[in-house]
Structure formats: structure tokens, C-alpha cells
């Protein structure tokens, strides 16, 4: 049974795809000139970024997708200074959330699977989060799964008045293990962070990601 609407963001593939056919046709391709000319804001369109402050080993920025067609905007109402990332108990956000006292005004954290996004928007913000972030499935993240994808509503007609992103599984994967292997019910943030005028060598990518996705 599939219950989540997938859809591929192509756009952004066919332009990294001329990216990577121009620089594979100019000298010089395999050092950072190979950016020369394409700007931040070229290549991170509606995307998103945050940046985890604690726990120290994923001092990162990581990119989202927002939702396409549910939840609010990620607007200039939504500013998240020192703010708590809380993984949802249970990840999947599908019933109701138990740990709604860490999550009231922060940020949920919850994986894909078992019901629709918008579904696990409802409860997070049902518990009083202020914005949710999906990943992949913890337990079953795998290569295969490493793309940024493109949430759209399921025609539940919930009405979600949260903005939810998507975060890359292997990112997400990261950040659920590292916080379980810590203890750690949380990771302190903050959301936005304004990437536009930050050259793309300077994006403070974890490590893990291979490509400026
Ligand atoms: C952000 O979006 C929300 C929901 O659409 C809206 O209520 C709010 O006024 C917007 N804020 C700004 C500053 O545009
Ligand atoms: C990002 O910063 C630039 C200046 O560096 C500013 O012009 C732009 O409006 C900012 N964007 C947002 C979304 O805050």
C-alpha cells in the first residue's frame, strides 16, 4: 500500500544535469571555477535551509524541500533561533504523539511511511509543533532512497496550518542515529538560514552529502 504522493523534483535534476555536462566539457572541471557563474540562488530554488548548532558532530547546514501544495509557507513568520528539533515519539507521526511537551513550539522530526505526509503534519502540529521536517524511514534508509523529494497532499483535506519540509534520508538518517547513540531527545537549531549570497563551497554541507543537494 502506498499512501504517500511522491513526486521526483526534475526540474532540479535537469539543471544539475546541464551543470554537470558543462563542466564536464570546460577545463579546469574538476576544481570550484567549475561553479563559475552559477550562484547559490540558482541552484537552491524554493529550498530551504537550517543549520544543527548541537550536538556538535552535526554541526551542518541541511537542505529542505517544502511541502508543495499543504501546509503554510516558510515565510518570514517562521524564524527559529536556538529552537529544539525533536524527533516525534513515535517517528512515524501517524497516531498521537507522546512527547508533545518537548515538541509544543518547536520543530517535529518524523520519518516517512505508514500514513500520508500531511497526516503526520496534522499531528505534529496537534502536539503543538510549530513546523515539521520528514525524512526517510530510519530503518529503512538505504542509497537507493537518496533523493530530496517533493511532498504533495494526499487529498485528505486536512487542514495544516504548519509549514513541513522534506530532508534528504541520508541526512535524516544521520540525525535520528546520532541523536539516539547520544540520548539525545533533541538538537538545538536554527531555521532559515540564509544561504542565497553564500557561495556554494562555503554551504557547510555535512560531509555525507556528495553533491549540493
Ligand atoms: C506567513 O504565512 C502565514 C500563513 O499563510 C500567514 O498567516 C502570515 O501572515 C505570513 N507572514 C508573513 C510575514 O508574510
Ligand atoms: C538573504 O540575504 C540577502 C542579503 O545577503 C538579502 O538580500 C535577502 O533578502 C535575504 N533573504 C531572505 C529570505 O531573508
Excluded at 541523536?179 to 531555521?191: E, G, I, Q
Amino acid at each position: 500500500m502506498k499512501f504517500n504522493s511522491i513526486k521526483r523534483f526534475f526540474p532540479l535534476y535537469t539543471s544539475l544535469i546541464l551543470i554537470i555536462f558543462s563542466s564536464a566539457v570546460s577545463p579546469g572541471a574538476n576544481d570550484l571555477h567549475f561553479y563559475d557563474g552559477v550562484s547559490t540562488a540558482d541552484v537552491i530554488f524554493g529550498d530551504v535551509f537550517f543549520e544543527i548548532l548541537d550536538p556538535p558532530e552535526l554541526r551542518y547546514s541541511y537542505r529542505i524541500r517544502p511541502a508543495k501544495d499543504f501546509g503554510t509557507p516558510f515565510n518570514e513568520s517562521i524564524q527559529f533561533q536556538d529552537a529544539r528539533l525533536v524527533p516525534t515519539v513515535p517517528l512515524h507521526s501517524c497516531s498521537d504523539i507522546v512527547n508533545h511537551d518537548d515538541i509544543v513550539g518547536q520543530i517535529a522530526l518524523s520519518e516517512r511511511g505508514e500514513c500520508s505526509f500531511v497526516f503526520k503534519t496534522a499531528k505534529a502540529q496537534q502536539a503543538g509543533a510549530r513546523a515539521i521536517i520528514i525524512t526517510e524511514s530510519v530503518d529503512k534508509w538505504d542509497d537507493s532512497l537518496d533523493h530530496l523529494i517533493e511532498m504533495v497532499d494526499d487529498k485528505m483535506e486536512l487542514d495544516v496550518n504548519i509549514p513541513a519540509a522534506f530532508l534528504l534520508g541520508r541526512s535524516g538518517a544521520t540525525i535520528l542515529r546520532t541523536l539516539r547513540k547520544l540520548k539525545k531527545s533533541y538538537a538545538v537549531v536554527n531555521l532559515p538560514i540564509n544561504m542565497t549570497h553564500v557561495p556554494i563551497s562555503k554551504m557547510n554541507q555535512p560531509p555525507w552529502i556528495s553533491w549540493i543537494l
